[in-house]
């Protein structure tokens, strides 16, 4: 009996001797823990955020657009002031492809190239970033600086060849629009039909272009 006494006296001993450290532990888990979900409730709330400004800043263009004497400089003051003010959001591509689109209209291509730049600068890795190079590949190709229209094609000729880009097929749609367009038919033909030939056995989500070059391959037959 006297041997369990001192045992469970030592044991009472340790855990005294431990017990505020052990709390101290204890109190910074439970801290940890509450400012985890504190930040992910607050990254709720700022995504949210951002989402209903650019839900309704999107209502905005899309009414904007339709009408006679658009005023894009007020909305893109909008857009911009957003931007800033969601400045973490993940939404931030977002408004900065809107505020291309506004540039355009308002034929600012230099400035539309340059946020083009920002935002491919700005999201390395990311699977949308060959949408955006190739929306600056057609800009410059639409450009009438001769030396802007070559680097245009040779991104476009890129973006077409690589087949890790999920927008492959558009990217070959828009080569071989531009090749037809120059009146290089073989050209086109040639990268429209490798289109075509890439889509035949894709049955879960199809080009939406195959429909289009096929027609324009019907053209092209002698």
Same mark, same amino acid.
């Given at each position: 009996?006297?041997?369990?006494?001192?045992?469970?006296?030592?044991?009472?001993?340790?855990?005294?001797?431990?017990?505020?450290?052990?709390?101290?532990?204890?109190?910074?888990?439970?801290?940890?823990?509450?400012?985890?979900?504190?930040?992910?409730?607050?990254?709720?709330?700022?995504?949210?955020?951002?989402?209903?400004?650019?839900?309704?800043?999107?209502?905005?263009?899309?009414?904007?657009?339709?009408?006679?004497?658009?005023?894009?400089?007020?909305?893109?003051?909008?857009?911009?002031?957003?931007?800033?003010?969601?400045?973490?959001?993940?939404?931030?591509?977002?408004?900065?492809?809107?505020?291309?689109?506004?540039? &355009? =209209?308002?034929?600012?291509? %230099?400035? #539309? !190239?340059?946020? $083009? /730049?920002?935002?491919? @600068?700005?999201?390395?890795?990311?699977?949308? &970033? =060959?949408?955006?190079?190739? %929306?600056? #590949? !057609?800009?410059? $190709? /639409?450009?009438?600086? @001769?030396?802007?229209?070559?680097?245009?094609?040779? =991104?476009?000729?890129?973006?077409?060849?690589?087949?890790?880009?999920?927008?492959?097929?558009? @990217?070959?749609?828009?080569?071989?629009?531009?090749?037809?367009?120059?009146?290089?038919?073989?050209?086109?033909?040639?990268?429209?039909?490798?289109?075509?030939?890439?889509?035949?056995?894709?049955?879960?989500?199809?080009?939406?272009?195959?429909?289009?070059?096929?027609?324009?391959?019907?053209?092209?037959?002698?």
């Amino acid at each position: 009996m006297a041997i369990q006494r001192i045992s469970f006296k030592s044991i009472s001993d340790l855990l005294g001797a431990n017990a505020k450290p052990m709390l101290m532990v204890l109190s910074f888990v439970v801290a940890m823990i509450l400012l985890f979900f504190a930040h992910k409730l607050w990254v709720i709330k700022r995504e949210r955020s951002a989402q209903y400004d650019f839900s309704s800043l999107m209502t905005e263009y899309d009414v904007m657009s339709r009408e006679k004497d658009p005023q894009w400089s007020k909305l893109l003051e909008k857009f911009e002031s957003n931007y800033d003010k969601h400045s973490s959001s993940s939404l931030l591509p977002n408004y900065l492809g809107y505020k291309v689109q506004i540039l &355009l =209209a308002q034929d600012k291509k %230099e400035e #539309a !190239l340059a946020t $083009l /730049d920002k935002m491919i @600068a700005d999201m390395p890795g990311s699977p949308m &970033l =060959a949408l955006y190079q190739m %929306e600056r #590949a !057609l800009i410059q $190709l /639409d450009d009438t600086n @001769a030396e802007l229209k070559a680097v245009g094609l040779e =991104a476009l000729k890129t973006l077409a060849n690589d087949t890790n880009n999920m927008f492959r097929d558009s @990217a070959q749609y828009y080569l071989g629009r531009y090749y037809w367009a120059q009146n290089d038919t073989n050209a086109a033909r040639e990268v429209w039909q490798k289109l075509v030939d890439e889509q035949r056995d894709e049955k879960i989500a199809p080009s939406p272009w195959v429909d289009q070059v096929q027609a324009q391959l019907a053209l092209t037959i002698v």
